[in-house]
Antibody
Framework: QMQLVESGGGVVQPGRSLRLSCAAS????????LHWVRQAPGKGLEWVAF????????YYADSVKGRFTISRDNSKNTLYLQMNSLRAEDTAVYYC????????????WGKGTTVTVSS | QSALTQPASVSGSPGQSITISCTGT?????????VSWYQHHPGKAPKLMIY???NRPSGVSDRFSGSKSGNTASLTISGLQAEDEADYYC??????????FGTGTKVTVL
């Protein structure tokens, strides 16, 4: 069964850092590109970051560029999101999702992990 | 880049058909056949309903269909059922970023 499970969320003060993880199982992790997507309270889905299957190509939303870093460890079947200089507006449920290489949609999603930025 | 534009809400009675629009530009929706649609029940993982404008993944009901004309894509739900009540998001590949979501539409079954 294909599965993505996020972890690492929690409550953090503004300006601090947090690292999210997304563990994959049930499919060949290294063959898929991956995204981070978030949903702030009462808001819609927002694309956050993308990483290609090999980790070479990375893209970020303007709202997180320079503060967040996406990475992956294909030997551990795990995706990461390093979040620095956190702001209140980064408060959201963070989802990871996979995308088959050469295609442009997200077909498997995790259930999300909640990040709250508050003093 | 601004989110794709969707109506905030759409409603219908059981058995009826509804259509949700998703309007972008020639740099996203209008420029590529890479529009997808997602169903999101609160507290759950989003679910892919349509990909590449009009294709349904295995397991998705054929009551869901997609189309595109110019810069606007559409999702139609036929034979509306109570379980269809959810938030729906369109998404598209763009010329400047790998993905862009729509503003989201709350579907209510009356």
């Amino acid at each position: 069964q294909m599965q993505l499970v996020e972890s690492g969320g929690g409550v953090v003060q503004p300006g601090r850092s947090l690292r999210l993880s997304c563990a994959a199982s049930g499919f060949t992790f290294s063959s898929f590109a991956l995204h981070w997507v978030r949903q702030a309270p009462g808001k819609g889905l927002e694309w956050v970051a993308f990483i290609s299957y090999g980790g070479t190509n990375k893209y970020y939303a303007d709202s997180v560029k320079g503060r967040f870093t996406i990475s992956r460890d294909n030997s551990k079947n795990t995706l990461y999101l390093q979040m620095n200089s956190l702001r209140a507006e980064d408060t959201a449920v963070y989802y990871c999702a996979r995308q088959e290489e050469g295609y442009y949609y997200m077909d498997v999603w995790g259930k999300g992990t909640t990040v709250t930025v508050s003093s | 880049q601004s989110a794709l534009t969707q109506p905030a809400s759409v409603s219908g009675s059981p058995g009826q058909s509804i259509t949700i629009s998703c309007t972008g530009t020639s740099s996203d929706v209008g420029g590529y056949y890479y529009v997808s649609w997602y169903q999101h029940h609160p507290g759950k993982a989003p679910k892919l309903m349509i990909y590449e404008v009009s294709n349904r993944p295995s397991g998705v009901s054929d009551r869901f269909s997609g189309s595109k004309s110019g810069n606007t894509a559409s999702l139609t739900i036929s034979g509306l059922q109570a379980e269809d009540e959810a938030d729906y998001y369109c998404g598209s590949y763009t010329s400047s970023s790998p993905f862009l979501f729509g503003t989201g539409t709350k579907v209510t079954v009356l």
